[in-house]
């Protein structure tokens, strides 16, 4: 049972007939009934496991192997990463939670209820990427089932002209993105039902996964007893760092727009548990379970196969090919769909409350993740998409600063719902920018600004302070910290002017 205050009863005493009438209102938007709060522990760990059990997570783990790690401290370096994030996580979960309202209108508190579509779309279109990338991957899954099914040979295809693939594939590719459509299209308590289902059935696919890997290799001795290459405290030291720094920003945007979720949870008991207890474990299992299967296709096919679709078409039965890539093909679909649709697609509702609903935001970030040709970003060879991911933490991280800082300090955990759909209340500022908070945004990414000129190669390394490098290396945690202080400061300043 959800327990609130007066103070957060505003829209209700209100009967909503101040703002239902509001360019700033529509149903999607609107703060979730305390009667529809129903999100327990277990439907906040499911979503979370959902998520966290995937291709990525597969694979990660074996990067720190190659890297020197041996897999105790892959696991536990990947656990305390993702256990590190919960925190920020809970955090600005809580106004969610407490006001049932989603990210983009809790952005309206610090940026204004203009102001707030700006850092809102900073979000919403990384994961319009993302969303189109996870669809080809997800495209792929199907396209290599298919080739089972058919008996082609997917390297004789023939790539269409402007696309840059086969017909075959960018068929694939769209009835995988059709699937995450069909999702978003049945509403939230769909992702609901997938998660939920999801979660038990890829633990079970992770757990078999790994009793075929023991026996086909005859045991893991060699992988339990593997020492670790990294053979000092610093060195050891630098690549957890970079793990841990690896997992801040695989999570960097979950963190923000983590209020779309949590609004639904019954208590903040339920989020905080439920996040708890579903994202490191989960992660750290599928890490598991990653090193083991791939150091021990060493053995089993004499070389290490990291790739989990790869290895799903090595494997000597067509049926359990074709139920191991559609288990994959789920994996994908409940990640993309909690992490890169329901944000963006409140984002865009946001950009236009009165004509943009929650299923026709989705609508326009499957459209985008179309656009952006996926195909191409991810085989790039020169990984420059995945540089630019990685700068974008440097414009994430002090948007979760200014949302804690407005939160937890400056208002004291207090929000005036009703002002929050109201283009003349309290979240106007002027003319509905908060032009403190985008001084504070500006002031947390530009620290950042060197150490990505390093990494495009427009400044010399040598040019550049030591001190910046290291701030573009945790760009999200200084970016954070530097603009919640610059956010609290300026606020008090205001104040104290007036």
Not at 407 to 420: I, P, T
Not at 432 to 460: E, T
Request: contains cysteine.
């Amino acid at each position: 049972m959800v327990r609130v205050d007066s103070r957060d009863q505003r829209v209700d005493a209100d009967n909503g007939q101040g703002i239902k009438q509001s360019n700033l209102y529509n149903p999607d938007l609107a703060p979730v009934p305390v009667e529809e709060r129903t999100w327990t522990v277990w439907n906040i760990s499911a979503l979370w496991a959902g998520m966290a059990i995937g291709i990525p997570t597969y694979t990660i783990a074996s990067s720190l192997i190659l890297k020197g790690m041996n897999w105790k401290q892959a696991v536990i370096t990947l656990f305390l990463g993702n256990a590190i994030m919960v925190v920020p996580l809970a955090l600005n979960a809580c106004p969610g939670t407490k006001y049932g309202i989603p990210f983009p209108i809790l952005l309206r508190s610090s940026f204004g209820v203009l102001g707030a579509n700006i850092p809102a779309m900073m979000r919403g279109l990384v994961a319009c990427c993302w969303f189109g990338i996870q669809c080809w991957i997800g495209g792929t899954v199907i396209y290599a089932v298919a080739s089972m099914l058919m008996g082609f040979d997917p390297a004789t295809k023939t790539d269409l002209p402007i696309l840059g693939i086969s017909a075959g594939q960018f068929t694939c590719f769209m009835i995988f993105w059709a699937m995450n459509i069909g999702v978003i299209l049945k509403g939230i308590n769909c992702v609901k039902w997938l998660e939920n289902l999801s979660a038990p059935y890829l633990i079970i696919l992770g757990l078999g996964l790994l009793v075929w890997a023991y026996g086909a290799s005859e045991g893991f001795a060699s992988v339990w007893n593997q020492q670790s290459k990294l053979t000092t405290f610093s060195e050891l030291f630098d690549v957890s760092l970079l793990g841990i720094t690896a997992m801040i920003g695989f999570w960097s945007t979950l963190a923000l727009n983590i209020p779309d979720f949590s609004r639904y949870a019954r208590s903040q008991k339920d989020q905080i548990v439920g996040q708890s207890l579903g994202l490191p474990p989960a992660f750290a299992f599928y890490a598991f379970i990653g090193v083991m299967v791939t150091s021990a296709t060493a053995s089993i096919f004499g070389r290490e196969i990291a790739d989990p679709i790869e290895l799903m078409t090595q494997l000597d039965s067509p049926v359990l090919v074709i139920f191991a890539l559609v288990s994959l093909c789920i994996a994908t679909l409940s990640t993309n769909i909690a992490a890169n649709v329901v944000s963006p697609s409140n984002d865009f509702s946001n950009l236009w409350p009165r004509h943009i609903s929650f299923k026709m935001g989705g609508l326009i970030t499957g459209i985008l993740g179309i656009l952006i040709f996926p195909w191409k970003i991810y085989s790039d060879p020169t990984g420059s998409f995945i540089l630019f991911l990685i700068a974008y933490s440097a414009l994430l991280g002090p948007i979760g600063g200014i949302m804690v800082a407005d939160y937890f300090v400056c208002r004291r955990r207090h929000l005036n719902v009703a002002d929050l759909y109201r283009s003349d209340g309290e979240y106007a500022y002027t003319k509905g920018f908060s032009y403190i908070a985008f001084a504070a945004l500006l002031i947390g990414i530009v620290p950042s600004i060197p150490g990505f000129l390093i990494q495009i190669n427009w400044v010399s390394s040598d040019r550049v302070p030591d001190i910046f490098k290291s701030i573009f290396k945790f760009a999200w945690i200084s970016g954070f910290a530097i603009s919640f202080i610059a956010y609290i400061a300026a606020r008090k300043l205001s104040a104290w002017k007036h």
